[in-house]
């Protein structure tokens, strides 16, 4: 860096005509009725900063603006801290903001923001007017982790480790969603209904089947339409039951298939019968035609 301005001496020379300068207990107030308090200037356009020394002369932080006189910084001398004001941006612990406000930090903290009632805590984004149009932040005694668009047509909560999307009250669910959800695949761990294949499976008869549905008008084991309309159904258990369903029915077609083949069987067999009968009769026939 080439330059420091600052001295007491640059301060009774660039003060205007009408500034007056007082050293009260080793403070200078600078006092002035025009507009322009204090005027620094550089003879090169390049640096142009104040610095911050000890009592032994050893700069601690300088402010002032960087070699070609674009950004505003604010620089403690050990590195630790940066402020920078560049074209409009705003740069926390860097000199090269890119956007309105850029913080950049070694710690794992980056931004701390603090309420001073443990209530409600939370950013929120406007538009150009002015109006609210959505806020992230804690609220319920700091307890929920909520984003909600001002419109109330979204609402993400995070609640005690429970995700509501569309609802602030996700309850006992990890993941309640007040809405409908798109995917390419969703996987269900649960268990399965091969048991009906067991050889100790109770398959119920037809009768029995059709005895339930005149009762109940539903099948066994499968919720009613007002049970599924009051407390919904869960997808596992539920694709597990009409599984079970379709494995009866599978069983059922066997045995219909068995039956089939018996009365096949048995078709075949009455024919055979049937044409060995009308032979038997065309002999007898003929035997007592002969005889005549």
Sequence with gaps: MKKALLSI???????????????VNGTLTVKSNSDNILTLQSTDNSWLYTNWMDKNGSRKAYMGFDPSLTDFRLYLQNGANKFTINGGNVGIGNYNPN????????????????????????TNWQDKTGTRRTYMGLSDNLSQFRIYLENG?????????????????????????????????????????????????????????????????????????????????????????????IEELT????????????????????????KEILELKSLIAKILESKK
């Design 9 to 23: 001496a640059l301060f009774g020379i660039t003060l205007g005509i009408n500034a007056q300068n007082e050293v």
């Design 99 to 122: 956007s309105p406000l850029h913080v950049s930090s070694e710690y794992d903290a980056i931004l701390t923001l603090q309420s001073t009632d443990d209530t409600w805590l939370y």
């Design 153 to 245: 047509t979204n609402s993400f909560t995070i609640n005690g480790g429970n995700v509501g999307i569309g609802t602030y009250n996700p309850g006992s669910w990890k993941l309640a969603v007040n809405g409908k959800i798109r995917a390419k695949e969703i996987k269900v761990e649960t268990s399965w209904s091969d048991f009906v294949f067991y050889d100790d499976y109770e398959l119920p008869t037809l009768q029995e089947v059709e005895n339930h549905i005149k009762e109940k008008g539903h099948l066994k084991d499968i919720p009613s339409a007002k049970e599924v309309e009051e407390n919904g159904i869960f997808l596992g258990e539920m694709d597990s039951k009409l599984l079970q369903k």
């Design 251 to 274: 069983l059922y077609t066997i045995q219909q298939e068995k039956e089939i083949l018996k009365l096949k069987e048995q078709n075949y067999r009455i024919e055979k019968q049937e």
